[in-house]
Structures are given as C-alpha cells and as structure tokens.
C-alpha cells in the first residue's frame, strides 16, 4: 500500500484497525481529524473496521477476527471533538484523548548520526566487523550517537545470548568501542524460533509464548527469520513472560551493552486468533501496548517501530523499512507523509528509516537517491545510516557532512521542539498547514514539511529532478541557501535544486536559543 498524505487519499476496505505490519500500519490510532477542526476518536475497546475512499470513512464494530469472538458483547463507544480549526482541533484531541509524552528521547539520538550495520553488512557480522566499521566511521571524520549490533549476532534466534564463534568476549568489544567513542546498541525481537533450544522448551513450559484458540494453528508463527510454523511469539500480556525477557536483556547490559533497538511488536506477528491474557476487550492491541511499555523501561536510548495508545512514552518511534526506491510504495516519497502521520498520531518523536532505504531485492541505491534521502531527512528528528556516504564516493561524504552538520547546527531547536511536545502536545514536524489552517492549499501538501514553526522543508523527491515547485505560507521566510526573503502564501516555481542543494526556509523571526 502506498503511504499518501492527507490520509483520504488512501483506501480501505473492512480493514481491521490493529497495528500490523503490512500497509506501513504499525501505528494505527483510531483517530480521524478534519481540516473544519472536528475529530472522531474511537475507544481502544471496539473492534474496529474501516471502510474509506477520498468522500467517505465508514467505522463499523463487530466481534471478527483478529479482535476477541468468543461473545458477542461490546460497546460502540467513540468522541466527537469541535474545534475552530484542525490545529486547535489537534491539541483539544492531545489534551483529551492522545496523551503527551512525558518526557524526551535522548539528547544525543538526536544531535549525531546512529549508524547500523543491517543495510551494509546484512548476515553474517562478528566482533572483527562491527570493529572495523567503528573504525571507518570515525577515519571517515564522522560523529556518532552509538552503533547499532543489527541482525545475527544471537547463537540463535531468541536466545539473547552472543554467538560464541563470531563475538567471542562481547565485554572486550564494548570496551574498546567506548574508547573509540561509542555506545553499543543491540537490535531485539518478541520471537523465539523452535530449535532454539533450551529457550524455547523453557518459554513454552512456564506459559510465556502466544497461543491460538484455533488448535491446528497452536503456538506456531513465522517471521522473516524463521520458517512455516517454526517460530513463536512471546506473550508480553504474561506478567512473568515479562520479566523473564526483561532479565535476560539486563544481562546483555550488564555486559557492556547500552541499549537496544526493538524489532517487530505489532499484532500480525502473533498467531492468529491469540488465546492470551488480559481484557479480551483490549485484545489484539492490548500485546503491542504490552510489548512497547515493556521495551520503554530501558530508557531513552531505545527505539521501538510500533505503538497503541502509547504516545506518552518518552522514546523514538521508528519507521517501518523503507525500500530504495523513489515513489510512494514505500520508498522516498512516503518518508514525508509517514513523519506527518506519526506527529497527527501523537507520537513527535519520529526516527527515519535508513537513510538510501533498505537495499532489499534488486533495489540499487543510486548517488542521486542517496543525497536526496539524506537531504529530506536533515530536519526530521534524528538521522541514521548503515549504507555510507564512502560506499558511494567522495563527493557523497563531503555532501553528507554538510547536511549532518546542519542537522547538528539545529539540534538545539530540536530539542527544544520535543520539549514543547512534553509541555503542550505540539508536533515537532507539522504539516505545514500547522502555520495557517485555513489556508486550502497549505491542507493539501503532503511532500513538505515543518520543523517547529520556523523552519520549512521542501526537498526533491524525484529522480533526476533539478527544480521543484515550494508553496510558502503565511509568514516572511528566508532562503536557508540564497538569504533571499518572501512573504508566504504563495508558490514558488521551478526553485533551483541541483543534488547538492535542499529547498529549505526559515522565518525571518527565528533566533536560534542555545
């Protein structure tokens, strides 16, 4: 499914309103606001499908799958808000539904790059690779937030525990990476594969794996690392399960590792119709919900991907995988509208996909798409790569090291941006019909974006593309690459954008507050 903005774009059909990971729906809030300022919130409770098309949303509640079936009990119960204008309608639906976080994520995500091996090594990596790459990363003269150990370094999938083979002493390579500067994350996932043994006989004899009421289906799932039925879910509704996860993540700190980047959570990876613990009401969303809270006890150094009626936690909420391409299938074109969507969901604190995307299949990551990925994510929260600007050639670290720079150079407004969406639950990137909600145009720009209230975005998204056109609203801005100033409310046609150069504005207002 293509990922658009505004969201009426999109089409559903009896869609069953859960977070999944098919259709860039990890988070899915049963929120709905319109541009006359009115919003419709649906209680967490109902079974909720969707039908929509670009005049119509239709919400229809009833005891199916994936939502709890075994009564036919339930109420219908959702909240209609008025407002004068969508962004007074936006922070009324903060205030009474949404929650704000309550706190911010950590400082230094959000001031240097987090640089991950998944993209550029993929399987296998060992101690001597993540080594090298710590070295490349600071030859190369680049900052770093912490580097993340991605996938393969478990002696099998759910054990938590080092490959003795390929990590030999994980304590010495903590260490030495914190003396060349870094912290350590490690990436994690809810699952535990069958021949993952003893773990998996354990989790299953103490209860702590997700099981169906359909008994042919069992405790069997699969996952991108496992295959049919060779998998399992844990059951992070189970108290005891948990902790028991919780425990064994505190001895990888324990050895040396900072934190952690959580994988997966949302409720298409558990069996289907899951016979589990908790308020049936709340079943399927109630194990995401479980799983995100579980993983945001380990601080502000970790990233989770998905969330239900979690906007209060004080962590980033990464995107889905990107694919390397341009269009809006998810590739470049859907980074901006997925960022808005996350911020109108209430979750500010939005971590862009790897910069260049994922490379998967017989995707090829060009200069071009390179640059223009690295620019349209220069005023998004954080940046994070695991394809190097030096995998492409000289010119892309010189490139790159001017937009990480600036990126740096507004960290501080970053920053105080997230503060605000503790104090007040303002976005920390609106669309940019946050500055001027009657402005009919400005309501329907969905590939530019806001940081704050002062600064505008409005990078090339499309391949071979030099110019594109810039709609300013309200205000006088200031070309962030020529010092020029207009006045908003009006287009700006055909702005010169060679590859090197991001279209970015800034409110002659602005006064950077360090």
């Known amino acids: 499914m293509e990922q658009h903005y505004p969201v009426q774009k999109l089409r559903f059909e009896d869609y069953a309103y859960v977070p999944k990971e098919l259709h860039s729906a990890a988070i899915v809030e ?179 794996l997700v099981k169906s009421h359909n008994e042919t289906i069992g405790y069997n799932t699969k996952w991108w690392n496992s295959g049919e039925n060779e998998a399992s879910y844990i059951n992070f509704n189970n108290p005891g399960a948990r902790e028991w996860f919780r425990q064994r993540l505190q001895e990888l700190r324990d050895e040396g590792i900072d934190s952690f980047k959580f994988d997966a959570g949302e409720t298409s990876w558990a069996p289907e119709d899951p016979d589990v613990d908790g308020q049936k009401a709340l079943l399927p969303t109630s194990m995401t919900t479980n799983f995100v809270r579980m993983c945001a006890e380990f601080g502000p150094m970790i990233e989770i991907r998905t969330g239900f009626t979690t906007q209060d936690l004080p962590v980033f909420v990464r995107m889905l995988d990107l694919d390397t391409r341009w269009g809006m299938n998810n590739g470049l074109q859907s980074l901006i509208p997925t960022l808005l969507q996350m911020n109108l969901n209430g979750y500010p604190f939005v971590l862009p996909d790897m910069i260049g995307g994922n490379v998967y299949g017989d995707d090829i990551l060009t200069k071009e798409l390179f640059i223009r990925w690295l620019q349209a994510n220069t005023f998004m929260p954080s940046m994070q790569f695991s394809k190097t600007p030096w995998d492409i050639d000289i010119e892309s670290v010189e490139i790159s090291k001017r937009y990480v720079n600036l990126h740096e150079d507004y960290s501080d407004y970053i920053l105080q941006r997230m503060r605000l969406a503790v104090a007040e639950g303002i976005p920390v990137n609106p669309p940019i019909w946050w500055l001027d909600p009657e402005d009919e145009i400005a309501l329907t720009i969905g590939d530019e974006y806001l940081l704050g209230e002062d600064i505008l975005v409005a990078p090339v998204l499309t391949e071979f593309a030099t110019t594109r056109n810039v709609y300013l609203p309200k205000g006088t801005w200031r070309d962030g690459n020529t010092n020029q100033v207009y006045e908003g409310g009006r287009w700006l046609y055909s702005y010169a954008a060679p590859m090197d150069t991001l279209p970015y504005f800034v409110r002659t207002s602005f006064q950077m507050r360090r």
């Not at 319109?34 to 098309?53: H, R």
């Not at 808000?81 to 994520?105: F, Q, S």
């Not at 490690?186 to 773990?199: E, G, R, V």
């Open 30 to 208: 049963r929120y709905w606001l319109n541009s006359a300022g009115v919003f419709v919130y649906v209680e967490k409770e109902v079974p909720l499908f969707i039908d929509q098309d670009e005049e119509t949303l239709r919400l229809t509640a009833k005891k199916e799958i994936p939502y709890y079936s075994y009564d036919e009990a339930f109420e219908f119960n959702y909240r209609i808000g008025v407002a004068k204008d969508a962004r007074e309608g936006h922070l009324k639906a903060v205030e009474k539904v949404l929650n704000k976080p309550v706190g911010i994520p950590d400082e230094r995500m959000v001031r240097h790059p987090i640089w991950s091996t998944w993209v550029r090594y993929r399987r296998p990596i060992s101690q001597q690779t993540i080594l090298d790459f710590a070295s490349e990363i600071n030859g190369y003269g680049f900052k770093n937030a912490q580097l993340d150990i991605d996938d393969y370094w478990e002696n099998c999938y759910g054990s938590l525990i080092f490959n003795p083979i390929t990590f030999p002493n994980i304590t010495e390579l903590t260490e030495q990476l914190k003396e060349m500067g870094f912290r350590v994350t490690l990436w994690i996932h809810p699952f535990i594969n069958k021949n993952c043994q003893p773990w998996y006989t354990e989790a299953l004899s103490k209860g702590f």
